[in-house]
């Protein structure tokens, strides 16, 4: 990466910050503004990397204008590289944020590309003749595939990016040659190993600032070029607040284990998602419950609930019920945090995550170190929650220790 201003542009929270700690963790001063409103408003001689959620995984076409708005918001800013974060598994709307990214770029580099490898090798996520697994495993067939909100209808990367090309993984020189000749705005690149991943970053970085790296965090990590300055890093969190609002399994299962072992001792609220989405009726009572709770000891705070369990309800898809019941669970957090005192934050859950931060009125945050490998840690600078710690996770990421290795 050169050492130029650098925007992080994601389709949800926790990509977001993913992916700026790549960049933090090699000394680069990294912003993660919570919300494209907040893009207007930052002082850009603040930091290297700013890195914005755009909030458009599951908004299908609608995220081509919503990408497009906030790299404009960013040119205006003067800053001239463009990271387009997307998820590792292919979920969501993809093909719409890349053609918002190129739409955009183009005011200012006329012959803007997109190059797009969303392998994540250490993760287990790799792409091989065009087709996407995890873990060895085609992505359709997987449960980030079969995702209730954002499935995945293909593994094979042409047939959910219909206007790009595939290439092997060749040297630097070949790939080079292939991408400057092409036709093609948008080349997918397979990679299998962090090695692969080494060479596309180079490729990126000598064909210069009007490529767009489209990719996860694992192609990121791989475009930082220098240290800038040594990371120290500090892991003692203190008192927890843990709010889990995603509907993926594997975020509930690390919950089930930390507090089955360690967490043991741990404060569990956990209400119906029926409770929930009927919050009129039940907002009062749940409240006193919470707040006996959260009264009767100092343990870390767990507020959890699996949105996918909801029984007799007219509320629409279960992306519409999911959301209802992250904000309520945001209220809950909120509350949490005002009445009792915490020194971090855990956040599993991309939406639960923006909602419980706009109800803090957090615009931005100074990104700092992983705590655990793809768990950024940030800090909160000013206001009302100054020095507090706060954690994302998305809801599918990690094993089921993750939890464990972060609190242990």
């Known amino acids: 990466m050169k050492n130029n201003k650098l925007l992080v542009v994601a389709d949800d929270l926790t990509g977001a910050n993913d992916t700026g700690v790549m960049f933090a963790e090699s000394g680069f001063a990294t912003i993660l503004e919570t919300n494209i409103d907040s893009l207007d408003k930052i002082d850009i001689s603040k930091g290297d990397i700013f ?6 995984r599951a908004i299908g076409a609608k995220a081509e204008h919503k990408t497009y708005q906030v790299i404009r918001q960013g040119i205006g800013k003067e800053i001239n590289q463009l990271y387009l974060k997307i998820d590792s598994t292919m979920r969501g ?21 997109a190059v797009i490898c969303s392998a994540y ?5 790799t792409i091989e003749n065009g087709h996407l697994y995890v873990n060895g495993i085609p992505v359709n067939e997987t449960p980030s595939g079969k995702d209730a909100i954002c499935p995945v209808d293909s ?14 993984c060749l040297t630097i020189g070949e790939l080079i040659s292939k991408i400057n000749s092409t036709d093609s705005e948008q080349i997918i690149i397979d990679a299998k190993t962090e090695d692969d991943l080494s060479i596309i970053a180079h490729v990126i970085n000598q064909l210069g600032n009007h490529i767009i790296p489209v990719g996860s965090a694992g192609l990121a990590a791989h475009l930082k070029k220098h240290q800038k300055q040594v990371v120290t890093k500090e892991t003692d969190l203190g008192r927890a607040l843990i709010l889990v609002t995603s509907i993926h399994e594997t975020s509930q299962i690390q919950v089930d284990q930390y507090i089955s072992t360690v967490g043991a001792k ?16 039940s907002n009062e009572a749940l409240l006193l419950q919470f707040k006996a709770l959260i009264h009767s000891s100092s343990e870390n705070v767990i507020i959890r609930a699996n949105p996918a ?6 509320f629409g898809s279960i992306h519409i019920v999911a959301r209802k019941i992250a904000e309520y669970l945001a209220e809950l957090g909120i509350y949490a945090l005002n009445n009792e005192q915490f020194d971090s934050l855990i956040l599993f859950g991309g939406d639960g995550a923006a909602m419980l931060l706009n109800k803090m009125n957090i615009s931005e945050m100074n990104v700092l170190y992983a705590i655990v490998p793809g768990v950024p840690l940030c800090r909160i600078d000013n206001g009302q929650y100054k020095g507090l710690k706060v954690m994302t996770k998305s809801g599918g990421f990690g094993n089921k220790n993750l939890l464990n290795d972060i609190l242990d």
């Open 51 to 56: 890195s914005v959620s755009t909030d458009s």
């Open 121 to 125: 090798p250490a993760m287990g996520r």
């Open 93 to 113: 709307s993809v093909h719409y944020q890349i053609k918002g990214a190129l739409k955009a770029w183009k005011n200012l580099y006329h012959n803007a590309k």
């Open 309 to 314: 369990k909801i029984m007799n309800h007219d």
């Open 266 to 281: 741990s404060i569990v609220f956990n209400p119906s998602p029926s409770q929930l989405i009927n919050h009129e009726l």
């Open 155 to 168: 593994s094979y990367l042409p047939d959910l990016l219909p206007e790009a090309i595939h290439l092997q």
